[in-house]
């Protein structure tokens, strides 16, 4: 016995000699990237991510960001530097949405896009500064200022609604800018035009 421990005691010092009497460092461990401003730190980081938001089974949108971010005590994921493309009930593309940041509710896939808000349709684009999502009813509405670009034309409002495939838009408070195709040798004309309640451009 005295000799098992006059070798552990051997062994102990023959450590601490090697290790320079240096107490044990402590392994560093991996921190998650900081969140939102006053959200604190997410649960759950993931780069390029992708979510397929649907309805019923269908799939209704695709989201794309450089950096998801859950907060799952706040139900809620955010994106930066987002992508969504839009899809009808048969499957086939509708629309793309782009923009600087995105949120989106875990429980009902409610999406609200916010910084140079981008949808560009097969002959149309709305532009503004937040855009919100709403799967179940599949429409994108703003009460933001907002224009809409169509066939040379552009409609300025305080707000719009429309399917996501940008064919049935209602713009509020609209007013509308027609550009004209110029006649040979001439200049294009400019021409300001009031429009009352809802619009379809």
């Known amino acids: ?24 460092t402590q392994t560093g461990t991996a921190e998650l990237p900081a969140g939102r401003p006053g959200l604190g730190t997410p649960d759950q980081v993931v780069e390029n991510g992708e979510h397929v938001i649907t309805v019923q089974g269908v799939k209704k949108a695709v ?16 994106g930066d530097t987002i ?15 782009t923009a600087l940041e995105g949120e989106m509710s875990q429980h009902s896939d409610d999406m609200i896009a916010r910084g140079n808000v981008v949808v560009r349709g097969s002959s149309s684009r709305i532009t503004t500064e937040e855009l919100h999502y709403d799967p179940q009813r599949s429409l994108v509405t703003s009460d933001k200022p907002t224009e ?15 399917d996501p495939a940008l064919t049935n838009i209602r ?5 509308a800018v027609i ?22 451009p």
Do not use: H, W
Request: charged content about 25%; hydrophobic content about 40%; proline content about 3%.
């Open 83 to 97: 992508q969504v493309s839009f899809f009808d009930d048969a499957g086939e593309f509708q629309s793309m949405l």
């Open 1 to 24: 016995m005295r000799r098992i421990a006059g070798i552990a005691a051997l062994a102990l010092a023959s450590c601490i000699l090697a290790c320079g009497g240096d107490e044990p």
């Open 179 to 200: 550009r004209s195709e110029p006649e040979l040798g001439r200049q294009p004309r400019r021409q300001e035009a009031d429009t009352t309640g809802a619009a379809t």
């Open 63 to 78: 989201l794309v960001a450089e950096q998801l971010y859950f907060y799952n005590d706040e139900g809620k994921v955010y």
């Open 171 to 175: 713009i509020r408070g609209g007013s």
């Open 148 to 162: 809409i670009f169509q066939a040379g034309n552009v409609i300025r409002g305080s707000g719009v609604e429309s």
